[in-house]
């Protein structure tokens, strides 16, 4: 797979966020959220929000690690659009994985380096923020030949502008980096499901390209039988040694064939185990279906993201394409352990459906989450220290399990980190913005937990950061704020 062409990307990126009147293929503006007019039906699951622990009484707390972000695209398009935001929509772990931080590349065989940092909650009183982040290690991957399925919903309801021609464009973006050594096979589904193309090289770009654009969107959408079609082609081209993957492109809404998605997991989580992967990417608003999407996602050991706009094809599908397409860490887990003579008590912010027992967390057979090349993953926790701790203590013991990549590899490997004042990173740009993006997540969720939280707290944490202009998404995620703000007031 080919370089990608990063100046090209910034400059597209910044007029889009400079709000130009440019288009895109198709006459499709660049930098603004689409969303249906008459939005209904949008499904999440429900959060429950983390309470507070007491350390005395179970001192360890355990994650299956993600760095799904697709809650942060989806809020993004609500505030863009003015609509109302679902309590059940804020998961606060995706909207902090969405942005990039300096955490610092891992060191000789590690697959991940782990940083953390501890500084004073700013909306409550009494309490600190515990952050962890964590960076997974880049790879070379011109060697590495792809087998890649693109499963693409062409039902009725992919009819609007920001569903079935946004997702051509997008797929027709990720085309550019693909060459003789990986194999394209498309697979739609509506009413019934057809097999458009059937591992053909992708240096025949022009060839796929067409059948991309030529796409028209009617019918039902008969999902599952379009899935396991698209399993069976992935097999039938099943490259030993490569990346063998179904790319899901969707609204989420399978009306036809298994809908449920007790049955929808039970259709893919086999097909992991044969080193089949499924990444998925929601499009548009309006019946949207995140609940089955981020199952799907999960259950395949592949990542999900939303995309809303040609900005957000280009990052998901051009920029941060490694992390999508490339395992590094299979099954990867975090366990931290508290020092209950120093942590009096705890609180998990996100990761409400993550979360796992001490007997999950030992046991090698349970399904985690999938780190990609060049992921970051970051876990904030809420804590009460006690008051007599000594200063240079230390805080807890971080434990990452995770599997090799490769399929039939169950080895588990095991990095330590161990958390206390001296290896703590001062407090510094990147937290100062991983706290402002907790907090609007705590303002959005009308969390019980917010405190004095408020707009003006976050704007102006914000503004203290240096050179946040430099850094095109996080600019936008000020200026998403400050649109949040005005239609508050």
Known sequence: MKKIAVVAFMIMLM??????????PGGMDLGKGYIDENMTDDEFNEIVENEF?????????????????AAYTTIRNFIKNKQKISKNQVRIEEMINYFKYQYGEPEGNDVLNTVASV??????EDTYLLTVGMQAKNIETTDIRNNLVFLLDVSGSMYAANKLPLMQQAFIMLLQNLDENDRVSIVTYAGSDAVLLDGE???EKLKIEAIISDLQASGSTAGAKGIQTAYSIARKNFIEGGNNRVILATDGDFN?????????????VKEREDGIYLSVF?????NYKDNKLETLASKGNGNYGYIDNLLEARKALIEDINGTLYTVARDAKAQISFNEDVVEAYRLIGYENRQLTDEEFDDDKTDAGEIGAGHQVTVVYEIKL?????EDAKYADFIIRYKDPEVGKDTVLEQVTELRQATLLPQNDDINFITSVVEFGLILRDSKFKGTANLYAVLERLEDIVNLEDDPYKHEFKTLIEIYKSYQE
Do not use: H, R
């Open 53 to 69: 622990v007491l350390t005395s009484e179970q001192k360890t707390s355990n994650v299956s690690l993600s760095a799904n972000t």
């Open 15 to 24: 007029i889009g966020l400079a709000g130009c009147s440019g288009y895109g």
């Open 256 to 268: 036809v064939g298994i809908s449920s998605q007790k049955g929808l997991e039970e259709l893919i």
């Open 119 to 124: 500084i004073k909650t700013p909306w409550t």
């Open 386 to 390: 006690k008051d007599d701790f000594v």
């Open 282 to 286: 929601g499009f548009g608003m309006g």
């Open 201 to 203: 090289m992708g240096s």
